[in-house]
T-cell receptor, first 117, second 115 residues
């Protein structure tokens, strides 16, 4: 079954420290994309970072990096130097190409991160 | 500014009433999606559409209907058949670009409460 699993419902981190949010995925497709989104309390979904299944290097975007371990089927998000504004819900997602030519996106249940001052 | 506009932001409905949530995008994206978000359950796919006049059911389509008469618009109707419609609804569209690099762009969501 194609699935995204986020096992941490909630996390706390001290301001300026790094934090890792876990994500594992399940698919038998060789080609897929992995995404992380941030959802503040306002509800909007903000795209953070992308990793392709064939990418050799781990993706990085500013303070965000994606620790991609293909053999373990994990795509953990690392946030360095946490800021108070990082407090939000974080979703891991996977994109898959359907036979119809459309892409389907599957989301995990999310991790709520709270940054402490 | 390019983006996705969802309206209304908040909506209250009595049981037994149909309600339509609007989703408009000016990003020139072909693919559009509707998701439902409940606490602790993440986002679940309701319907999606790749092109005008064509759409497919997602994982939880029962009690919902959509139309795609224009590229820019993908309205979602929550019918009286939906047994538990109180939720946060998110509309999204997919950017062009290489396969699988296209992230989803989201609207700000519509919060539906059934009284």
């Amino acid at each position: 079954a194609q699935k995204i699993t986020q096992t941490q419902p909630g996390m706390f981190v001290q301001e300026k420290e790094a934090v890792t949010l876990d994500c594992t995925y399940d698919t038998s497709d060789p080609s897929y994309g992995l995404f992380w989104y941030k959802q503040p309390s306002s509800g909007e979904m903000i795209f953070l970072i992308y990793q392709g299944s064939y990418d050799q290097q781990n993706a990085t975007e500013g303070r965000y990096s994606l620790n991609f371990q293909k053999a373990r089927k994990s795509a953990n998000l690392v946030i360095s130097a946490s800021q108070l504004g990082d407090s939000a819900m974080y979703f891991c997602a996977m994109s898959l190409l359907l036979p119809s030519g459309t892409y389907k996106y599957i989301f995990g249940t999310g991790t709520r991160l709270k940054v402490l001052a | 500014d390019g983006g996705i506009t969802q309206s209304p932001k908040y909506l209250f409905r009595k049981e037994g009433q149909n309600v339509t949530l609007s989703c408009e995008q000016n990003l020139n994206h072909d693919a559009m999606y509707w998701y439902r978000q409940d606490p602790g359950q993440g986002l679940r796919l309701i319907y999606y559409s790749q092109i005008v006049n064509d759409f497919q059911k997602g994982d939880i389509a029962e009690g919902y209907s959509v139309s795609r008469e224009k590229k820019e618009s993908f309205p979602l109707t929550v019918t009286s058949a939906q047994k538990n419609p109180t939720a946060f609804y998110l509309c999204a569209s997919r950017s062009a670009g290489s396969p699988n690099t296209g992230e989803l762009f989201f609207g700000e969501g519509s919060r539906l409460t059934v009284l």
